[in-house]
């Protein structure tokens, strides 16, 4: 098998290991092999050329999790284009902003999602090829019509495109984290595939579990550098505990990657189901998105054993951190050291923080760095005038450089002219055994500007109530400052997450902010 420092692209392996399983669906057992895979995405690639999309050209795409996504993001891949998937539950109008931004002039959509599909494309007039994926979608071409004939060798002229992720949206209009398209041939080594077999001892042997939907950067990025890898990416339909747990004995996975949301629902399965299952083949579980409650990362340790790893790292690509399970046992609530770029921690005016006080993180990080596309003010703003950047995270660092989060700056509660982060909360109250669901945000306040509150989905619905309301504000304040803590609590029967377990807060805070012209952060 090629070292990282070799050729990795599925033709290499579609020569070497033709039948290997590049990608199982593991609820329906379909399975793309590297042959499948290769020749597949070549087809795709042709019908890119044939629409007229050349290097720099841009591909989005509407899909499930599904095999068809390897093919387009491997065509995409080899054909010099960007690619950029579409969150399957956003509004018409949201998805139609995101091709539009873009500049994509392909969209691939699933007919599960005909009906958005057919939105897009009424307010997409840039569009020059449509396609539907697993039927029809009227004013679509089938897919098999559009790669039917084609030829399944590669194109003449192949160079190396990627990914065009969007942020979530938690703030505003989302924005395209640009990267510049790599030089070079297709299948050059890739730092970010060498980093993570350094890191975690990966290679063609490793069965990855993906548990997250594939529009999710995380997901379509791992299991795209677990295939450059040669090894096989499980992709599960879509995430319930149990069915995790049931693919992991399936499928003999050796890694995994969850949000700590799913560590959560795990957790809660009954005994008899969460001792079902064999889990021996498991090598690696990495969380990542959000802070773990330390209660949460204990008990999983307990469960599966010094496996936990965490990692932190952005869509933007400007930096890397990560903690082994021995690391955290001493640094509870740290991302770990960074493995990529150089950490900074800064106040509003830029100058460096002295070690343990929070402020805004930043990377020092060799190489081109991104942009927001056709937002120069945003990207303006993740900019430090040493050259760092940063995705407006704050944290700080320990006397060891370890790097421990406090928030998303937008997220930030100033009440008073005093900084409150609210995950800090969020951490104490999702352990809660009333607490299902919890998010905490600044509300208006005549008096402070601001005032803390704590949106709980309640394990419960019929506990809901004053009750419970001050029983969770008075466990907050028997663990932490009473100036931290929720001043009011609101029950509702769910909250604004996307698959993939991200919270939109923006959407929760519109609820609260609505008709004000200022929202004093």
């Keep these: ?13 579609a020569a070497r290991t033709p039948d290997k399983p590049a990608v199982v669906m593991t609820g329906s057992g379909d399975t793309l092999t590297y042959r499948e895979l290769d020749e597949g995405s070549n087809q795709v690639a042709h019908a890119l050329r044939a629409a007229g999309l050349r290097r720099f050209g841009h591909v989005a795409f509407l899909l499930e999790n599904s095999l068809t996504i390897f093919e387009i993001l491997v065509a995409a891949e080899r054909s010099g284009c960007y690619f950029t998937p579409i969150n399957t539950r956003l509004t018409a109008e949201e998805a139609a902003y995101i091709v539009a931004d873009s500049g994509a002039t392909v969209l691939f959509a699933s007919a599960r999602f005909a009906e958005l599909a057919e939105a897009i494309a009424a307010r997409s007039p840039r569009l ?27 194109i003449a002229d192949e160079s190396p495109g990627r990914g065009m992720a969007y942020s979530s949206g938690t703030t505003g209009r989302p924005k395209g984290i640009q990267r510049p398209l790599p030089e070079g041939e297709v299948g050059a080594p890739d730092p970010w ?13 490793t069965r990855y579990l993906c548990p997250a939907p594939l529009y999710h950067t995380a997901g379509f990025s791992y299991t795209a550098m677990i295939v450059r890898m040669g090894g096989t990416a499980l992709v599960m339909e879509r995430f319930e505990p149990e069915a ?14 969850v949000v700590p949301t799913m560590f959560i629902r795990m957790l809660r399965l009954p005994e008899e189901v ?13 969380h990542a998105a959000a802070p773990c409650p330390i209660p949460v990362k204990e008990a999983m340790l307990e469960w599966w054993g010094p496996i936990v790893y965490e990692y932190y790292a952005g869509s933007e690509g400007n930096g890397y951190c990560m903690i082994t399970p021995r690391e955290w046992s001493t640094h509870k609530g740290s991302v770990g050291k960074p493995r990529v770029g150089i950490a900074h921690v800064v106040d509003e005016s830029g100058a460096e923080l002295p070690t343990g006080e929070p402020g805004v993180l930043f990377f020092d990080t060799p190489g081109e760095p991104f942009v927001y596309h056709g937002d120069a003010a945003k990207t303006a703003e993740s900019r430090h005038p040493a050259g760092w950047t940063t995705a407006g995270d704050m944290g700080y660092l320990d006397e060891e450089g370890y790097v421990y989060l406090t928030d998303r700056k937008s997220h930030m509660i100033i009440s008073g002219g005093v900084n409150i982060y609210p995950q ?4 104490l109250l999702t352990v809660h055994p009333a607490v299902h669901d919890v998010a905490v945000i600044g509300v208006p306040d005549e008096e402070f500007g601001e005032q803390v509150k704590a949106v709980v989905v309640p394990a419960d619905a019929t506990a809901a109530g004053p009750g419970l309301a001050a029983e969770l504000i008075d466990h907050c304040r028997a663990n932490l400052a009473h100036y931290k803590c929720p ?20 959407l929760l805070r519109d609820r609260y902010w609505e008709g004000r012209a200022s929202r004093l952060v």
């Excluded at 995790?244 to 990657?257: D, G, I, K, S």
């Excluded at 800090?424 to 951490?427: F, G, I, S």
């Excluded at 001043?487 to 923006?506: H, I, T």
């Design 1 to 13: 098998m090629p070292s990282a420092a070799e050729r990795a692209f599925p033709d290499t392996y």
């Design 128 to 154: 020059v090829l449509r396609v539907a994926v697993g039927g029809p979608i009227p004013g679509f071409t089938d897919y098999a019509d559009a790669v039917r004939g084609q030829p399944r060798t590669p």
């Design 193 to 205: 595939v060498a980093a993570l077999q350094r890191l975690y001892g990966w290679d063609s042997d």
């Design 244 to 257: 995790l747990l049931r693919a992991v004995e399936q499928y003999r996975a050796t890694a995994v990657q």
């Design 274 to 286: 969460r001792t079902r299952y064999d889990l021996s083949s498991l090598r690696t579980a990495l």
């Design 424 to 427: 800090e909360v969020e951490n």
């Design 487 to 506: 001043r009011s609590v609101d029950f509702v029967d769910d909250l604004p997450r996307a698959e993939n377990g991200k919270l939109y807060k923006r």
